[in-house]
């Protein structure tokens, strides 16, 4: 066709259709085309990031191993597909700085952190918690005892000299070592408290329950969880144990997402996990972490630990 023909009018007209007709073509193929765009796109990639000071490198592997687990898992039984078809990468950090570098560049997706460092390192402008897994089949929270003799009380705690408390080393320990200094500084003053000797062990939390059963001496402190386990095992422990005084209800590790994360994946990801200790699969990565649950966790859960943190910041300064 020879456009030469038609006035300066015409001409503009006709250029007015041709962009009504693509415009018209675009809103009817749209949805075909997004569905094969969609059908293109390549695998979202799951960015996992992973730190313990407290673990060897056997451990550390091991636990690595059991986040991609945790997130394979969820993945599988997810209805999300972006979710189910994503790639997970793992990383464990050899240093707490280099992970929050990385949380503060957005170079993850997921990552496990404690309550202690994401208040210390103002995280929550950048990262939200999601899911908590507790040794506590009942409660989402850890709540520590002190444990001693049957019949030790607070009087006798004052009144003694050269008391030692044994801690076993575990995730927990900083922030049982909070607790203790408060608890015990508000309790029984700050001269008494700088007498107190505090002692990390390698015993496990039974190992230090079973020693002051058996010697009817020293101190320890465990999880909730832990002392109920070790009673309901054996019973003899409660009727030979006293519990001096128990903390709050606190949040240690939890496991976060970065801010901005698919909405249809946070969901997924809250939904499997809940479902984790009710698959066989899911108990046995369960197991290999060593908790019995997980509970989806809200920010306003951290209160009480964010509390013993300001305490415990005042009485350092």
């Known amino acids: 066709m020879d456009y030469r023909q038609f006035s300066p009018s ?10 009504l007709v693509v415009i018209f073509l ?51 039984h997810a209805e999300y597909k972006p979710l189910t078809t994503s790639i997970v990468e793992t990383k464990f950090y050899t ?21 202690w460092d994401f208040l210390k390192y103002h995280l929550d402008e950048k990262v939200a918690p999601i899911v908590v897994a507790s040794l506590n ?28 408390i044994s801690i076993p080393k575990s995730n927990s320990s900083y922030l049982i070592n909070a607790w203790l200094k408060v608890e015990l500084t508000e309790k029984l003053g700050q001269n008494k408290f700088k007498t107190i000797t505090i002692l990390e062990t390698d015993q496990n939390e039974n190992q230090t329950l079973l020693a002051i059963f058996f010697k009817k001496t020293g101190l320890t402190v465990v999880r909730e969880g832990a002392y109920l386990t070790a009673c309901e095992l054996n019973p003899q422990i409660k009727k030979g144990t006293s519990i001096i005084t128990a903390s709050d209800n606190y949040v240690n590790y939890f ?3 970065r801010k901005g994360l698919d909405p249809a994946i946070h969901h997924g990801i809250i939904k499997e996990s809940l479902k984790l200790p009710f698959s066989v699969e899911g108990k046995q990565m369960l197991d290999i972490m060593r908790t019995e649950k997980v509970f ?22």
């Open 137 to 164: 089949e009942h409660s989402k929270f850890e709540k520590y005892y002190l444990v001693a003799k049957k019949g030790a009380n607070f009087d006798e705690l004052s009144s003694s000299s050269n008391v030692q």
């Open 10 to 19: 015409q001409h503009s007209a006709i250029k007015n259709r041709k962009i």
């Open 26 to 76: 675009l809103l009817a193929l749209s949805p075909s085309l997004v569905r094969e765009l969609l059908a293109q796109t390549s695998p979202i990639k799951m960015k996992v990031g992973f730190y313990d000071s407290n673990l060897d490198p056997g451990s550390q592997s091991a636990l690595t191993e059991s986040m991609k687990l945790w997130i394979e898992t969820v993945k599988k």
């Open 95 to 115: 240093s707490n700085k280099e992970l929050y570098s990385d949380i503060l560049n957005k170079s993850l997706d997921l990552m496990n952190l404690t309550a």
């Open 296 to 317: 989806e966790l809200r920010l306003d859960e951290l209160k009480e630990t964010e509390r013993l943190f300001k305490k415990y910041n005042k009485l350092s300064k």
């Open 255 to 257: 496991m976060a997402e």
